[in-house]
């Protein structure tokens, strides 16, 4: 299995330009999410889905849009990009009801917005 | 106030040292408490959960969640340079969807 992949592993954005970060996962999980990392700042919530067709926004959704038609995949939209948006992004996923209710976390996209 | 509050250090410590991993929460609600670890340029993997109060013992690693003073920690015996890493603090309620994370610390352990 390869768990949680993250696509792409880094990339360099102008403001006002638009992306999309991808997210796909092999283990069949419902629960999916996405998170933002900022130094000193700990992971806050983007957007999360519970399965394939619901979304929901979290702490910080503004600037950011997700959809989920997919079990596997919860791609991540920025549409109009802001310096404010350089981050290390995560997307994870969470079996419900698992043992320890363990959140698998995708290796990251690191995002610089110039 | 934050919901979770972790000193992100850094915390530096020789090896062999006993490491002692702090976090409060805020929200008696809730239930679950983790700890990741996240090594440089990787993303967080789950090292230890506990439900509920009490301790919880796996090799060189103790969580221990005291839900009074709402206070979680995670101690590390015998301290090593692989432990070189971030170490997040967790927690949500039952049935919750959403996850808290703490801020993380950062432990350096040199040889």
């Known amino acids: 299995n390869a768990g949680v992949t993250q696509t792409p592993k880094f990339r360099i954005l102008k403001i006002g330009q638009s992306m999309t970060l991808q997210c796909t996962q092999d283990?069949?999980?419902?629960?999916m999410y996405w998170y933002r990392q900022d130094p000193g700042m700990g992971l806050k919530l983007i957007y999360y889905?519970?399965?394939?067709?619901?979304?929901d926004k979290g702490e910080v959704p503004n600037g950011y849009n997700v959809s989920r038609s997919t079990t596997e995949d919860f791609p991540l939209r920025l549409e109009l990009a802001a310096p404010s948006q350089t981050s290390v992004y995560f997307c994870?996923?969470?079996?419900?009801?698992?043992?320890?209710?363990?959140?698998?976390f995708g290796p990251g996209t690191r995002l610089l917005v110039l | 106030q934050k919901e979770v509050e972790q000193d992100p250090g850094p915390l530096s410590v020789p090896e062999g040292a006993i490491v002692s991993l702090n976090c409060t929460y805020s929200?008696?609600?809730?239930?679950?408490f983790m700890w990741y670890r996240q090594y440089s340029r990787k993303g967080p993997e789950l090292l230890m959960y506990?439900?509920?109060?009490g301790n919880k013992e796996d090799g060189r690693f103790t969580a221990q969640v005291d839900k009074s003073s709402k206070y979680i920690s995670l101690f590390i015996r015998d301290s090593q340079p692989s432990d070189s890493a971030t170490y997040l603090c967790?927690?949500?309620?039952?049935?919750?969807?959403?996850?808290?994370f703490g801020a993380g610390t950062r432990l350096f352990v040199k040889a």
């Open positions: 994870a996923t969470r079996p419900p009801g698992g043992e320890a209710e363990t959140q698998y």
């Open positions: 283990m069949n999980h419902n629960y």
């Open positions: 889905s519970v399965g394939a067709g619901i979304t």
């Open positions: 929200n008696s609600a809730f239930q679950y």
């Open positions: 506990t439900y509920s109060s």
């Open positions: 967790a927690t949500h309620h039952t049935g919750g969807f959403k996850t808290i």
